[in-house]
T-cell receptor, first 111, second 115 residues
C-alpha cells in the first residue's frame, strides 16, 4: 500500500527561525511529489517535484527531492507568523491513481 | 480564472439524514476529486471523476457516492449520516487528462457537522 509519512507532526518556532519539514514515501511507480500549505480551509499548492536533486525555490521556501532515499524536505527560512499553517505532502504515482497525502506538519510561528 | 467553489460552506445535520455537497471546478478542468479531512486521519481520498466517469475510489463505505455532470460540476452524497462523518469535505480540480499529471487545486471545503 502506498504510504506518505511526514515529520514532525507539529512544530513551534520563533519568528526568524529556519525550519525543515520532512516527507518520506513508499509508492509504486512514483511520478511526482507535491507540497501544499493549508491555513484555514483550502490547501494551496506550493511545489511539485519530479526530479531528484533539483531544488525548487519560492521566496523563503524551498524544497528538494531525493528519489533514491525516497524523501523530500521543505525548508522555510526567516519564518514569519504568516507561515503558521499545516504543510501537506502528497505523492502521485503514474497512471490514473489518486494522490496519497501525509497527515501534515502543523507549524506554529510565534512572535 | 475563478477558483474551485464549493457549496454549502457549512452544514449541520443529524444522524440518519442524508446530505449533498456540490463542487464547481476551475473552468476547463475535467478531473474532480473529493477528500474527507479529519483531525485524526488527515486528508483521505474519496473518489475522482473525469468526464462524468468515476475513475478512482477510496476506501469508504457505499453510503458515500458521487457524480459528475457534463459541465464538470460534481456532487457528492452521503446517506444515513453517522457522527463519524463530521469532517471538512474538500473538492479539488485538476487539468489532468489521464496521460500527464498536474497539480490539484482545492476549493474552500464544506464543513459538515453531524449531531
Amino acid at each position: 500500500e502506498d504510504k506518505v509519512v511526514q515529520s514532525p507532526l507539529s512544530l513551534v518556532v520563533h519568528e526568524g527561525d529556519t525550519v525543515t519539514l520532512n516527507c518520506s514515501y513508499e509508492v509504486t511507480n512514483f511520478r511526482s511529489l507535491l507540497w501544499y500549505k493549508q491555513e484555514k480551509k483550502a490547501p494551496t499548492f506550493l511545489f511539485m517535484l519530479t526530479s531528484s536533486g533539483i531544488e525548487k525555490k519560492s521566496g523563503r521556501l524551498s524544497s528538494i527531492l531525493d528519489k533514491k532515499e525516497l524523501f523530500s524536505i521543505l525548508n522555510i527560512t526567516a519564518t514569519q507568523t504568516g507561515d503558521s499553517a499545516v504543510y501537506l505532502c502528497a505523492v502521485a504515482a503514474s497512471g490514473n491513481t489518486p494522490l496519497v497525502f501525509g497527515k501534515g506538519t502543523r507549524l506554529s510561528v510565534i512572535a | 480564472k475563478a477558483g474551485v467553489t464549493q457549496t454549502p460552506r457549512y452544514l449541520i445535520k443529524t444522524r440518519g439524514q442524508q446530505v449533498t455537497l456540490s463542487c464547481s471546478p476551475i473552468s476547463g478542468h475535467r478531473s474532480v476529486s473529493w477528500y474527507q479531512q479529519t483531525p485524526g486521519q488527515g486528508l483521505q481520498f474519496l473518489f475522482e471523476y473525469f468526464s462524468e466517469t468515476q475513475r478512482n475510489k477510496g476506501n469508504f463505505p457505499g453510503r458515500f457516492s458521487g457524480r459528475q455532470f457534463s459541465n464538470s460540476r460534481s456532487e457528492m452524497n452521503v446517506s444515513t449520516l453517522e457522527l463519524g462523518d463530521s469532517a471538512l469535505y474538500l473538492c479539488a480540480s485538476s487539468p489532468r487528462d489521464g496521460i500527464s499529471y498536474n497539480e490539484q487545486f482545492f476549493g474552500p471545503g464544506t464543513r459538515l457537522t453531524v449531531l
